[in-house]
T-cell receptor, first 113, second 112 residues
Framework: DAGVTQSPTHLIKTRGQQVTLRCSPK?????VSWYQQALGQGPQFIFQ???????QRGNFPDRFSGHQFPNYSSELNVNALLLGDSALYLC????????????FGPGTRLTVL | KNEVEQSPQNLTAQEGEFITINCSYS?????LHWLQQHPGGGIVSLFM???GKKKHGRLIATINIQEKHSSLHITASHPRDSAVYIC??????????????FGKGTKLSVIP
């Protein structure tokens, strides 16, 4: 049983570009949450997807958008990249109520030059 | 919005020492997670608790709901315990949805 997987592992972009990160949840999980973790900081909640809809959103600008597919996998898109978007992007999957353990993927390290 | 504070920010211990990491939060929660993050980024969930105490091997987590405080203890610490330990609280945000709010983490280094 595969856990949460994310791709790519590392990514380098330049300012103004757009990026798409991908996440496949743990088998049986239908809720995916995305987090941004800047160096030396705790993760910050970006948004959560359930039943192909954004159910909740953190304090992130509209440049951050996402999508969930019928197979529960998810994408995070960031437009008009800024230097400050450089971070580790983590995906976590769970059941909808989140009363069970959240399972985290290994993350995607994004560097914006 | 819940404010999550962890202490200490950094902790260096000798192998074998008993270690305590503290977490406090500002608003009542549904549950609290203790997470472990190794260099390179991977996060592993250690505990999720909403009351009392849980134990797994050398790790013990406690929570006091009235005091809005939780502690993570490591007994007989070992260099392989070196990692960042993160406290995250689960808030019920309405409409059946929940949100995790994270502390900044405690960086633990255990020296042989």
């Amino acid at each position: 049983d595969a856990g949460v997987t994310q791709s790519p592992t590392h990514l380098i972009k330049t300012r103004g570009q757009q990026v798409t990160l991908r996440c496949s949840p743990k088998s049986g999980h239908d809720t995916v949450s995305w987090y941004q973790q800047a160096l030396g900081q705790g993760p910050q909640f970006i948004f959560q997807y359930y039943e192909e809809e954004e159910r909740q959103r953190g304090n992130f600008p509209d440049r951050f958008s996402g999508h969930q597919f019928p197979n529960y996998s998810s994408e995070l898109n960031v437009n008009a990249l800024l230097l400050g978007d450089s971070a580790l992007y983590l995906c976590a999957s769970s059941y909808p109520t989140l009363t069970d353990t959240q399972y985290f993927g290994p993350g995607t390290r994004l560097t914006v030059l | 919005k819940n404010e999550v504070e962890q202490s200490p920010q950094n902790l260096t211990a000798q192998e074998g020492e008993f270690i305590t990491i503290n977490c406090s939060y500002s608003v009542g929660i549904s549950a609290l997670h203790w997470l472990q993050q190794h260099p390179g980024g991977g996060i592993v969930s250690l505990f999720m608790l909403s009351s009392g105490k849980k134990k797994h091997g050398r790790l013990i987590a406690t929570i006091n709901i009235q005091e809005k405080h939780s502690s993570l203890h490591i007994t007989a610490s070992h260099p392989r315990d070196s990692a960042v330990y993160i406290c995250a609280v689960l808030d019920h945000s309405g409409a059946g949805s929940y949100q995790l709010t994270f502390g900044k983490g405690t960086k633990l280094s255990v020296i042989p």
